[in-house]
């Protein structure tokens, strides 16, 4: 017997939805990269054969995604679009405790398995120390913390760790959400642990991170 077919007429995509298809082809086709400029709206309202107010919204569509960057009075650039990207970060929206510790979780587990694949690439204690050697911490956990992940994230070979990480890392922070947490570890254990490469402590530790929680504050 034959599958049932879709003949439903399919609804063509609207008009800025397709201004961003033209604008990221027209990108591509220029062999734009990161920091080029592109046309002004007014030319690639001429040049795509659309409306400026069309042009617009699709630059603004792009810019929300991290295709552009305008910038004030110097016109707009092809920027390097993250491979993750937060909705409420988009619209700059707030979020109720119980998504915050989602993210919280995603976070602690993105800076576990950084300092894991950090200590498989094998390197001495001598070379752990060398590489970190330039990091100025300041005693405050959630300064030092985040500093540290970031800083051996970009030794690693595969970049979007380090994007998810910091996609996580900067909703926590900019909802507060790390003041409202209360640790009795000091930062400098867990970077004594990584140097020793002491993994068995390291998963100890990042245990502890993982059970804070704003309702229950205390280890």
């Known amino acids: 017997m034959k599958k049932d077919r879709n003949y439903k007429v399919q609804q063509p995509p609207k008009m800025y939805q397709q201004v961003i298809t033209q604008l990221v082809e027209y990108i591509e086709y220029e062999q734009l990269t990161?920091?080029?400029?592109?046309?002004?709206?007014?030319?690639?309202?001429?040049?795509?054969?659309v409306s400026r107010s069309s042009i617009?919204?699709?630059?603004?569509?792009?810019?929300?995604?991290?295709?552009?960057?305008s910038r004030q009075g110097e016109g707009t650039f092809v920027d390097?679009?993250?491979?993750?990207?937060?909705?409420?970060?988009?619209?700059?929206?707030?979020?109720?405790?119980?998504?915050?510790?989602?993210?919280?979780?995603?976070?602690?587990?993105?800076?576990?398995?950084?300092?894991?694949?950090s200590l498989s690439l094998g390197l001495s204690n001598k070379e752990l120390i060398e590489n970190t050697s330039n990091l100025k911490f300041t005693g405050d956990f959630w300064s030092d913390f985040p500093k540290w992940i970031e800083y051996i994230a970009t030794g690693l070979q595969n970049p979007f760790f380090l994007?998810?990480?910091l996609n996580n890392y900067n909703v926590l922070e900019e909802n507060d959400y790390f003041c409202t947490l209360n640790l009795n570890i000091q930062f400098d254990v867990f970077f004594d642990c990584y140097i020793e490469r002491n993994e068995t402590r390291l998963k100890e530790l990042f245990h502890e991170l993982s059970k804070l929680d704003k309702t229950n504050p205390q280890i």
Do not use: A
């Open 34 to 49: 990161e920091g080029s400029k592109i046309p002004t709206e007014r030319n690639l309202s001429e040049l795509l054969g």
């Open 56 to 69: 617009r919204e699709g630059i603004r569509s792009l810019e929300l995604l991290g295709y552009l960057d």
């Open 80 to 117: 390097n679009p993250p491979p993750f990207l937060i909705p409420s970060q988009l619209i700059k929206q707030q979020l109720d405790h119980t998504n915050l510790q989602n993210y919280y979780e995603v976070f602690i587990m993105c800076s576990k398995q950084i300092v894991s694949l």
């Open 163 to 165: 994007s998810l990480w």
